[in-house]
Every structure is written in structure tokens, then in C-alpha cells.
């Protein structure tokens, strides 16, 4: 059964702090994983994926655990513009078919 | 940059009224994919595509048909819409690791 589950939130911190989310997905056989952001009332739009040895892209960070079965995003620094829903995609080798989104979690960023 | 273009943004339509979205890739993508999302529920798969004709269900293809007569083309077709199809219904199509989301259907069904 192709199950992702995330906090759906929200997350309230001021600007300038860190925040990490993570997802925790079922199937130990997925092999692909991303962040997805989304605007409220807009499309998703790729932030990252995430590879095995982690991965790094300014203020971002994404990890993966195996083991543990759970995708992580870590945002420091946070703005006002990162507020959004953040949302973990996760799919199996054997195609677009198998893409499982998580239902998201959401950040709020006050002054 | 590719380009999924869907035509229709926001449409208000009445119970048992044939539904038509259109979707159109501009990048010769292979593969297209019709989504809803719903407060709570996150995206879901309605039905998906990898080629010109052919097409598969997804999680939740109930009151939804699809075309795929061009390759750059997939429509999504509710033959009977129904106040429960009222819903944010995103088209994507895909190539290699990536995604690419059209800007989204936003349907109600009164």
C-alpha cells in the first residue's frame, strides 16, 4: 500500500529561525524522493530532491534515512517568501505511475 | 522552459454536465498524468497516460474518463459531473526524474 505521511502543521516560526519537516514514507523499495513547494492556490513547483548522501541548495538541505524509512527538509534562515505548503513526493523505480505525494505540511513565517 | 498549458482555470459548471479540461505539453513528453487535490487529501491519481491512445487508471478514475488521441494532448473528461467532483484537478507530464505541473483546474460542480 503506497502510503507518505507528513505533519500537516502548520509550522509558526519567525523570520530567521530554523525548521526541519520530515516524511515518512511505507514502501522500503521507493527509490526516488523530492520536495515539492506549493503557493496556495498555485501548482507544486520542485524545491529538491533528495539523494542518498544528502544534498545541499542554499538555505535548503535535504537528507534521506533509509533505515528509517523518512525524507527530511531542514530551511534556515527562514523568510517571509518560504511560507508555503511543503509537499514530499516519493515514487518507485518502475515509473510515474508509482509517484505518491504526502499531503503536506505548512509553513507559516512571521516577522 | 517546458510548458503545460491548462486552458481552463476556473470553471463553474452544473450537476450532470459534461466536463471537458484540456491539457497540452509543449515538450513531446511521453508521459501525462491527471491529478485532483482536495483539502486533506493531498493529490491524487485520477488516470495517466505514456503514449498516444493508451491510458491507465489511476487511484481514483470513478466518473472520470481521459483522450489521448495527440501526443501533446490529454484531456480529462467527467461525463456526468457531480457535486463531489468539485476540486482543484492539476495535469503534470514527465520526463526523466522531473515533473511538470500545469497551473491547475480549479472546477465547481453546483
Known amino acids: 500500500r503506497k502510503e507518505v505521511e507528513q505533519d500537516p502543521g502548520p509550522f509558526n516560526v519567525p523570520e530567521g529561525a530554523t525548521v526541519a519537516f520530515n516524511c515518512t514514507y511505507s514502501n522500503s523499495a521507493s527509490q526516488s524522493f523530492f520536495w515539492y513547494r506549493q503557493d496556495c492556490r498555485k501548482e507544486p513547483k520542485l524545491l529538491m530532491s533528495?539523494?542518498?548522501s544528502g544534498n545541499e541548495d542554499g538555505r535548503f538541505t535535504a537528507q534521506l534515512n533509509r533505515a528509517s524509512q523518512y525524507i527530511s527538509l531542514l530551511i534556515r534562515d527562514s523568510k517571509l517568501s518560504d511560507s508555503a505548503t511543503y509537499l514530499c513526493?516519493?515514487?518507485?523505480?518502475?515509473?510515474?505511475?508509482?509517484?505518491?505525494f504526502g499531503k503536506g505540511t505548512m509553513l507559516l513565517v512571521s516577522p | 522552459d517546458v510548458k503545460v498549458t491548462q486552458s481552463s482555470r476556473y470553471l463553474v459548471k452544473r450537476t450532470g454536465e459534461k466536463v471537458f479540461l484540456e491539457c497540452v505539453q509543449d515538450m513531446d513528453h511521453e508521459n501525462m498524468f491527471w491529478y485532483r487535490q482536495d483539502p486533506g487529501l493531498g493529490l491524487r491519481l485520477i488516470y495517466f497516460?505514456?503514449?498516444?491512445?493508451?491510458?491507465e487508471k489511476g487511484d481514483i478514475p470513478e466518473g472520470y474518463s481521459v483522450s489521448r488521441e495527440k501526443k501533446e494532448r490529454f484531456s480529462l473528461i467527467l461525463e456526468s459531473a457531480s457535486t463531489n467532483q468539485t476540486s482543484m484537478y492539476l495535469c503534470?507530464?514527465?520526463?526523466?526524474?522531473?515533473?511538470?505541473f500545469g497551473e491547475g483546474s480549479w472546477l465547481t460542480v453546483v
Open positions: 503534470t507530464s514527465a520526463s526523466g526524474n522531473t515533473i511538470y
Open positions: 497516460s505514456y503514449d498516444v491512445k493508451m491510458k
Open positions: 533528495v539523494y542518498s
Open positions: 513526493v516519493v515514487s518507485l523505480a518502475s515509473g510515474y505511475s508509482t509517484l505518491t
